[in-house]
């Protein structure tokens, strides 16, 4: 019988992300407690959390206050539904204050429980709403390659890696992805920003053209794509999309799931880059994480037509048992509270400045491609070769190299492929910034080292 939880680890539990093969050798990290932006292990070591757990721990991992929100609505009402007209305290004032905060006019809020599955309802809500409206040929929906989602049937087909289609028999016909706004990786040579955001406008525009505008209901894009490598668009890239979905009449759904609730130094990534959307998904950093939670916040020209019981066309079949839960209702309601009078968007956007401005320094380094990002949340890519932009001949090895180096060091980061990614509690100090780039200079030099062998 295995006795230390490693080995419980590997002789019971299939991770998410994980080959299964390589984690019976190497065994898990476990991870014990936090404090602040730090985590530590059973050992005691402890690590500089830089993902904020999965870019979502925006109050860092011992928020009491947070704690205490969950444990008086446990007693209050550990749970009740949202069904069939039924509702709670909890969910009836989150859907006011996300209503009240969304950064353009937003009408209703429906609520799920993770990121992948608000997704989904989104695509059933459009569905629906194509019905309603007489328009059944109105279903296909266009996302963007390096695009991130979820990983459910119909949010990993919104999805745009391969990694996440492979194996799956994945997309679902009617999901159809358009090119990313990754000017390094994607333009081409000599090609400006402002030229490569035209051509990407263009071809959205052109494959509208060929499917049908009367076929498209809606466009999904990440303000600023994380899962994908941090991509950060360039700087007209949202107007000139915007332009082609308001043309055929395209409805724009913004996930915020990670750029939500400050990450890119504003409250949501659709202020930072004046994207005015019909619905806005948001998870991750609502509760902190500390409570499984997400929500859909719409406008009525997404909603109107879903009310609409002229059209017969039956009651709305879809809801989750923990939908708006009211623990985490009650968690995502001090969370935002707390966020607002500890004034943590500007203290993202200051310390995000300074973050930005620290990691920049790396990008003389001969490994260091890139460095890009927004607010508290960025990329450093690694390449062997900086003219050619190629790393090491497996897509993603130097990166694992790295984040198990830096991880070495006490700081934990993830690397999609070969792009390091830094995605900080929004709580995180000047001083944590320091200690964080100071460990990526150092992790680079050994990064080198290894390169040599
Ligand atoms: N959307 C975005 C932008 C995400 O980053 C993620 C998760 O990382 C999801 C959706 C999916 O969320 P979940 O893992 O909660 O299903």
Redo the contacts with the bound molecule.
């Keep these: 019988q295995p006795n230390s939880q490693e080995a419980r680890d590997v002789a019971y539990q299939l991770h998410a992300y994980t080959n299964a093969r390589s984690h019976q050798q190497a065994g898990p990290l476990v991870i014990e407690r936090g404090e602040g932006p730090y985590v530590f292990d059973a050992a005691g070591k402890r690590y500089l959390e830089a993902m904020a757990g ?2 979502s721990v925006g109050l860092g991992f011992s928020e009491k206050r947070l704690v205490d929100a969950a444990h008086r609505q446990m007693q209050a009402l550990p749970f009740y539904h949202t069904f069939a007209s039924r509702s709670h305290g909890p969910s009836i004032d989150l859907a006011e204050k996300l209503v009240k905060m969304a950064p353009v006019p937003m009408s209703k809020v429906f609520f799920t429980n ?6 989904d309802t989104v695509l059933k809500l459009i569905a629906y709403r194509s019905n309603a409206l007489g328009q059944p040929q109105r279903k296909k929906v266009i996302s963007r390659l390096r ?6 049937i119909a ?1 990993a087909s919104l999805t745009g890696l391969p990694n996440n289609h492979r194996s799956f028999d994945l997309p679902l016909p009617n999901i159809l992805h358009t090119g990313s706004p990754h000017h390094y990786k994607d333009a081409a040579a000599g090609e400006s920003e402002e030229a490569f955001a035209t051509r990407r406008a263009e071809e959205l525009d052109a494959l509208i053209q060929k499917e049908g505008p009367d076929t498209i209901a809606a466009f999904f894009g ?1 303000p600023v ?3 994908g490598g941090v991509i950060v668009p360039p700087a007209t890239y949202w107007e000139k999309i915007q332009a082609v979905l308001n043309k055929y009449d395209i409805l724009l759904v913004a ?5 939500g609730f400050g990450r890119t130094g504003k409250m949501f990534g659709c202020e930072t880059f004046n994207i005015r959307p019909d619905v806005l ?1 948001v ?2 950093q609502i509760t902190s994480s500390y409570f ?1 939670f ?1 929500a859909i916040i719409m406008n009525d020209r997404m909603f109107e037509p879903i009310a609409d019981e002229s059209n017969k066309i039956g009651v709305l079949g879809h809801g989750f048992t923990a939908g708006g839960h009211p623990v985490g209702s009650a968690v995502a309601l001090e969370n935002l509270r707390i966020i607002e009078e500890r004034n943590l968007v500007a203290h993202a956007a200051e310390i995000g400045a300074y973050m930005q401005d620290r990691l920049r320094t790396l990008a003389d380094h001969p490994l260091v491609g890139e460095v890009r990002g927004i607010g508290l949340i960025a990329a450093v890519e690694l390449v062997l070769d900086k003219t050619r932009k190629v790393a090491a001949g497996t897509p993603g090895a130097l990166g694992g190299v790295a984040s198990r180096l830096l991880l070495e060091r006490g700081i934990i980061s993830r690397n999609m492929l070969d792009a390091l990614a830094i995605c900080p509690p929004l709580i995180v100090t000047k001083v944590q910034i320091d200690e964080l780039v100071d460990g990526l200079a150092g992790m680079l030099e050994d990064l080198k080292a290894e390169a040599a062998k």
């Design positions: 999965l870019w993770s990121g992948s599955e608000a997704n695009g991130y989602h979820g990983v459910t949010s990440e794509m994380g899962a996930d915020e799931v990670i750029c998904v998870s991750k499984p997400s």
